[in-house]
């Protein structure tokens, strides 16, 4: 029994300690560190890169002469002839085993350039893989970004919501003191009891949004379930984003996104990518010129009666040409067609920068109209704890109403609370700009 309730005891010790949450301070670059080494999408596209160097090096290949080598062995039953009046009708007697050697190798020399066009294909094809590297990696940067700025606002948020708790229940103990001394009124007791439990159901209901916002961060992350992601107490709001939002800067912007962002990077590739397959497809027009190598060694020497028992070599090295008459008319519309999508690239390309160009006007737009809000904010952040202080004080001094108390209490919570989404705001849009630049 005392072995039963030690087992007991020591499972209850454990398992606890087991189920501690890991909780992590990440910076938001430690968390992008994090998910480009983690992130499955991140890791698919990577591996699909991988595969597109494969293929450039299975096309690179083709340039290298194709050589075979075979080998058999067989029992060779006698021969038998109709002479036709040359030689006498019967069976003669052969050597009954035989067996061969054969090396044949062929290299292709020119074939419309198609071979060097096949391996600038493969190319153009592993970029686009790498563009699509670096656009998954700059969408979970900014969905990562989101989740870690929410986390950081709630958080930011969390400490407003505590700290008006503690005001309030410091402005509570003093009109429960008034009350006891029969100077404040019940209903004005009742008032801020209700108002402090307002706020502490809030703060309820904030912790709760925490979690789940914590669950998404690290399921994007691919970090375990109990591990608990606490944000920088302060982030910074980069110091060029001030000259980034001058108005001068805009169509530098453009020229600049239209560089450097993977989509539009992705749109020029396959307008190079139409070229390239209109070019192999006019190369099936093409004779094809090849060297070739052929030689055998065959037992037995069959052609004399009788046969011999020898081995027999025979070499030949020549030159092949291949006439494709056929394709003169098979190909003529696979070549419009291929030409076809030349101007459909072409015209998805001026579509993805013309979008291209709004997005990073809007996002411009949206980013400095964050920055200006907040430096309105600041005032207003200020006042409203300047006006929380003076009106605290009165109605310690019985110059004020508890409405105004209340009053100011509330403004004071919403200017904290604007402000902090003001900030996050902020930062969310520059992000979201430098992802549209190509830059995140």
Do not use: W
Not at 1 to 22: G, N, R, T
Not at 151 to 180: A, C, G
Not at 184 to 208: H, Q, V, Y
Not at 212 to 230: A, F, P, S, Y
């Amino acid at each position: 029994m005392k072995k039963i309730l030690f087992v007991i005891i020591l499972i209850c010790v454990i398992l606890p300690a087991h189920a501690q949450s890991d909780s992590l301070q990440l910076s938001l670059k430690k968390v992008f560190d994090i998910a480009l080494e983690k992130n499955r999408d991140i890791k698919l596209s990577t591996e699909q890169l991988l595969k597109a160097d494969l293929n450039v090096s299975d096309k690179t290949n083709s340039k290298l002469p194709n050589v075979g080598f075979s080998a058999s062995a067989g029992y060779l039953t006698n021969v038998g002839v109709l002479g036709l009046g040359n030689m006498a009708d019967d069976f003669y007697d052969m050597p009954h085993f035989a067996n061969s050697y054969a090396l044949q190798a062929s290299l292709l020399i020119y074939a419309g350039d198609r071979i060097n066009t096949d391996i600038n294909l493969s190319k153009l094809e592993r970029d686009l893989a790498a563009l699509s590297v670096q656009r998954n990696e700059q969408n979970i940067k900014l969905i990562l970004a989101g989740y870690y700025l929410d986390l950081y606002q709630l958080y930011q948020q969390k400490t407003v919501f505590e700290k008006n708790i503690v005001l309030s229940k410091e402005l509570l103990k003093k009109i429960n003191d008034r009350y006891t001394e029969g100077i404040a009124l019940k209903s004005d007791k009742i008032r801020n009891e209700l108002l402090l439990s307002t706020f502490e159901l809030s703060l309820t209901k904030l912790l709760d949004q925490i979690r789940i916002t914590n669950n998404n961060l690290i399921t994007t992350l691919d970090l375990t379930e109990n591990t608990i992601i606490v944000p920088d107490r302060v982030v910074e709001i980069p110091l060029e984003l001030q000259d980034l939002l001058m108005d001068q800067k805009i169509e530098e912007l453009k020229a600049e996104a239209l560089k450097a962002n993977p989509d539009s990077r992705e749109s020029e590739t396959k307008v190079d990518i139409a070229a390239k397959k209109l070019k192999m497809v006019r190369s099936l027009n093409y004779p094809e010129l090849s060297v070739f190598f052929s030689g055998t060694m065959n037992r037995p020497y069959t052609f004399d009666i009788p046969a011999k028992d020898i081995y027999a070599n025979n070499n030949t090295l020549g030159v092949r040409v291949n006439i494709p008459i056929g394709n003169f008319y098979l190909t003529k519309k696979k070549i419009e067609m291929a030409a076809k999508d030349i101007d459909i690239a072409k015209q998805s390309q001026e579509i993805v920068e013309r979008n291209l160009s709004r997005d990073v006007k809007n996002n411009f737009i949206r980013c400095r109209q964050a920055f200006d809000q907040m430096q309105t904010l600041y005032k207003q952040q200020e006042l409203a704890d300047e006006n929380y202080r003076r009106i605290s004080d009165n109605y310690v001094e019985q110059l004020a109403l508890n409405t105004e108390v209340m009053d100011a209490t509330n403004q004071k919570l919403e200017a904290d609370l604007r402000m902090s989404q003001a900030k996050v705001q902020i930062l969310y849009s520059y992000y979201q700009l430098l992802k549209t630049l190509g830059e995140l």
